[in-house]
């Protein structure tokens, strides 16, 4: 990965990249479905092969204070129901990630989650209180998961509807959330740095500038999820997770 020595790096590319960070906090706090932004304006102020790379130690920051602060909702059955199929869509997204057309890829993961959006939405409407327990509804959400977050660090869509899925409330949604990403992105750490070269000395140098915005957006990420009513979350975390849909085909 070849980036610009960070007083190279235009003031523009600085302020995209800082508004990123703070979107990043934000989203670990607890506000789901908009890591897309995250992903578009690392892409616009550094390119997207390289963006992947920063990215990543972003995202482990941000996991840190919010397994801190959300640790006791977690739960730990749901996760680990989840994390397993996860790792292996990580491992299969290292494999496909140098070949897979980047046009492919983007119509049919949009497809795939607008899909599971209309049909969260349509068992909200439903009022049911039967969650999926088949092995392959946890399978497939998480194997997609994996390749996702691998690929563009896009898994938000698909957790976000596995754990909507299994009814959980706001704040063990949240800290189940949090754990889940936190392992998930140490376990891409040597991926990054060993197979795809995208994570560099050079690379965690602009990472550590970042790291203000990040604790910025924590702070008032956990200030508006306080006001969320539970009921309003869910909703907004399907239409959060839609909109960013949406957006990756205009990326």
Known sequence: ???AITSDISTTAWVM???AAFVLGVSKAGIKGIAIIIVTLMALAFGAKESTGLIVPM??????????????????????????WMMAGVLLGVLIGKDLDEQTFKIGMAIIILGSVIMMYWWDRRKSKVVPTHWA?????????GIT?????????????????????????????????????????????????TITVESLLIDMKLIPGILLGL?????????????????????????????ILFR
């Open 1 to 3: 990965m070849t980036l």
């Open 17 to 19: 990249a800082l508004t």
């Open 59 to 84: 995202l482990i920051v941000g996991d840190i204070f919010a397994v801190i602060y959300y640790n006791k909702h977690a739960q730990w059955k749901y996760l680990l129901r989840f994390l397993p």
């Open 137 to 145: 509804f946890a399978g497939f959400m998480g194997i997609m998961a």
């Open 149 to 197: 977050t691998m690929i563009g660090n896009l898994a938000g869509a698909f957790s976000n509807i596995f754990f909507l899925a299994m009814r959980l409330p706001k704040n063990e949604f949240i800290g189940t959330a949090a754990w889940l990403f936190f392992i998930i992105n140490i376990f891409k750490m040597p991926f990054h740095i060993f197979v795809w070269k």
């Open 219 to 247: 702070l008032v990420g956990i200030r508006l999820v306080r006001h969320i009513k539970e009921r309003f979350y869910r909703k907004m975390i399907l239409v959060l997770t839609a909109l960013g849909a949406l957006l």
